[in-house]
């Protein structure tokens, strides 16, 4: 095997995945809890992957009440070495039109309900997020976006609102006049965590709409945004398909950006003073760095 082993995120209208083999789905149970649905585990020649409906299937989550922590340490737990985040968006910016794709590489977190981290009393780590996405990763699936007819920006601000509702006419004109590319729900806290689980993340933003900034066009709704939702969720399930053919034959190294060691400079309580049963808890999600 070639050792990937990819981790897909499917967002907004993306509650399966096609064309693999061997395809088998299991349900998980982590020391967070149960993620958003089962896994469904398969490969593309020698590329195994692993998808997880971020919302469950038929959309039953609101981005708030998504497990994150649990799909991130199922996904950990599962053996997956990389991490793919398929994601609805609107557009903050002129030039990226809706049925065009963002390669995401930085985020703004503006969420504010949601757990963040698996760390915590007596157990404390501080991961660093500068450089929040895996610039490899990213640049292989932008490819592949590519390749199978999609506009794509490769680089660009993602903006995370908690929701569920859309944004009000003076946020979106606020995140606007900050320099944010998009805005969406859900990538954050995913990022933050797939970090502290040592996993390499990327994400592909789809855009579905311009928000409520853009004076000539109607506010986003969910109903003006299904049909551009739909070609979106077709080109995302091509271009996941050609990624993983990309990848067959050619071996996985580590990520340039030492994502999978990162936690060994990041875990600052003393190792005497460290609480027994969070690092059994964490063992799941930091087992390598922490030597349990």
């Known amino acids: 095997m070639s050792g990937w082993k990819l981790g897909i995120i499917g967002g907004s209208g993306l509650y399966a995945l096609d064309g693999l083999e061997d395809r088998r789905e299991h349900t998980v149970e982590t020391p967070w809890g149960p993620p958003s649905d089962a896994l469904v585990s398969g490969r593309i020649g020698e590329v195994e992957l692993v998808f997880l409906p971020r919302h469950g299937k038929g959309h039953r989550l609101t981005p708030t009440d998504v497990p994150y922590r649990a799909n991130i340490a199922a996904l950990k737990m599962a053996g997956v070495t990389d991490v793919l985040s398929i994601s609805a968006c609107g557009s903050l910016q002129e030039q990226y039109a809706p049925g065009e794709v963002v390669a995401a590489d930085q985020f ?7 757990e963040k981290t698996f760390f915590g009393a007596g157990l404390v780590g501080h991961v660093s997020m500068a450089e929040p996405v895996c610039a490899r990763l990213s640049a292989l699936a932008a490819n592949a976006m590519e390749a199978v007819g ?3 920006h490769r680089g660009g601000t993602y903006l995370a609102m908690e929701g569920p509702q859309f944004s009000s ?3 979106s004109r606020l ?7 998009v805005i969406g729900m859900t990538n954050m806290p995913e990022a933050k965590l797939a970090r502290e689980a040592e996993l390499p993340y990327a994400t592909l933003a789809m855009v579905t709409d311009y928000d409520c900034w853009r004076a000539d066009t109607d506010a986003v709704t969910v109903t003006n945004v299904l049909e551009i939702m739909a070609q979106n969720t077709a080109l995302a399930r091509r271009a996941i398909l050609q990624l993983a053919h990309s990848l067959n034959g050619t071996p996985r190294t580590l990520s340039p950006q030492g994502i999978e060691t990162c936690l060994d400079f990041a875990l600052i309580t003393a190792p005497d003073l460290r609480d027994p049963v969070m690092i059994d808890k964490l063992r799941a999600i930091a ?5 349990v």
Not at 108 to 114: E, Q
Not at 175 to 181: I, L
Request: glycine letters at 16%; aromatic letters at 8%; hydrophobic letters at 30%.
């Open 108 to 114: 703004i977190d503006r969420t504010v309900s949601r």
């Open 150 to 152: 999609g506009k794509v």
């Open 169 to 171: 006419l003076a946020e």
């Open 175 to 181: 995140y606007r006049q900050w320099g944010c590319d």
């Open 287 to 291: 087992g390598r760095a922490l030597g």
